[in-house]
């Protein structure tokens, strides 16, 4: 724990804010967006925001895979093991986020449907060879990060010839999505946050390099920054920002290079090559539709991709009516925004998926107490 706690030295973590102050300008605002909800965390669990000052604002992005789900992707994995009587795979998140109808795949579960629990693809792939009388199904969900394992178990299921175990693919891609919140942003608009920077994910870095960002940057002439989820990862990160704003430098640069490189994990990205590739279009709670932005099951696996191998209905399914998910995940509302936060929708009864996730801005908001200082009028609140 040695090594964590170099991260988390509160002397360091004082004399980062001190350059941040000296270095800040005072006459304007920095609105830095943390596209990764471990780095929302981060920020509330450690107190950051009140490390900072007045004029650096941290927005809430759509780094999250559970939050970011539709909710029609998940009726179709509820009609899976409804309609279709497979066992269905998933990690825990998404046991409890809602879907049409005050659904969710917990609730299914009460009600009779085999929905299992699984920490890993090779769980899902266990249980396809000991029930081989019963469909097993993976519900893939994730960024980057997660997309090789997926990758490995359809190799595996292959060349075990496991044909009663298939993949519902909805791996999806970070770059697409930042290029697609800056292709809305409009500064003009009331309702938009203009953006200078972004603190870049790290897990999904350590995949996929620094170098799939920089035609974004190129492009947007906004700065990103790969940070690590521990406090100084972010605070030395956020400097790093506010140097090349100050600057008018707009670059991709790395504060995380103990774990990520410019290139990434090769092998990981040629596994992802072999068995993936891009869809045409893929829609995002909170983003809509976006080109090129997700990721689908090539030919040579398509009989062990459920979507070829279940006929799907196509579900219409929209959020709980006064649920601001939508705008929270594009940076354009605070938690605290919303009419249901904390009232008809908390941890035990979420309403949208940025309650339910750990990595929600919601569940962050609530678990490390923002939304009391906000209550409270606090100048710092995030």
């Known amino acids: 724990m040695k090594y964590v706690n170099e991260f988390r030295q509160k002397e360091l973590a004082h004399k980062i804010a001190e350059n941040i102050k000296a270095e800040v300008q005072p006459d304007r605002d920095y609105h830095i967006m943390e596209f990764c909800g471990g780095h929302t965390h981060a920020i509330f669990r450690y ?60 609730k299914a579960k009460a009600a009779g449907a085999d929905v299992r629990m699984v ?113 100084l990862d972010v605070m030395q990160a956020s400097l790093m920002l506010i140097r090349q704003i100050n600057e008018g430098r707009c670059e991709v640069e790395n504060e995380y290079h103990r774990v990520v490189t410019r290139d990434g994990n090769l092998k990981a990205q040629q596994l992802v090559a072999e068995v993936f590739e891009l869809r045409d279009t893929f829609e ?27 006929e799907l209905s196509k579900s219409t399914g929209r959020d709980v009516k006064g649920c601001a998910c939508p705008d929270i995940l594009r940076g354009m509302k605070k938690p605290t925004d919303c009419k249901l936060f904390g009232t008809i929708c908390t941890p035990e009864d979420p309403q949208g998926a940025c309650m339910v996730s750990s990595e929600g801005s919601c569940a962050a908001y609530w678990s490390y107490g923002r939304f009391r200082m906000d209550n409270k009028g606090s100048e710092n609140a995030a």
């Open 284 to 310: 995002w709670r909170g983003l809509g539709w976006m080109e090129k932005s997700a990721l689908q099951i090539r030919a040579p696996f398509a009989q062990w991709d459920a979507e070829k191998r279940f």
């Open 119 to 231: 920490y890993s693809t090779q769980n899902a792939l266990e249980l396809a060879r000991q029930n081989p009388e019963r469909d097993v199904v993976f519900f893939a969900i994730g960024f980057e990060t997660t997309t090789p394992p997926t990758a490995i178990a359809l190799q595996q299921a292959r060349k075990e010839r496991l044909m009663n175990f298939s993949v519902f693919c909805n791996h999806v891609l970070t770059p697409s999505a930042i290029g697609h919140i800056l292709d809305s942003e409009d500064p003009q608009a009331d309702a938009q946050v203009a953006l200078d920077g972004f603190l870049g994910p790290s897990h999904v870095s350590s995949v996929i390099g620094t170098k799939p960002y920089e035609p974004a940057v190129e492009k947007y002439k906004k700065p990103v920054v790969i940070a690590g989820f521990e406090p």
């Open 47 to 106: 107190g950051v925001q009140d490390l900072m000052p007045k004029n650096v604002h941290y927005v809430h992005g759509p780094g999250c895979p559970v939050c970011v789900l539709p909710i029609p992707r998940i009726d179709n994995a509820i009609e899976l093991c409804e309609r279709h009587n497979v066992i269905l795979c998933t990690y825990g998140d998404m046991m409890r986020v809602p879907a049409s109808q005050k659904k969710s795949l917990i």
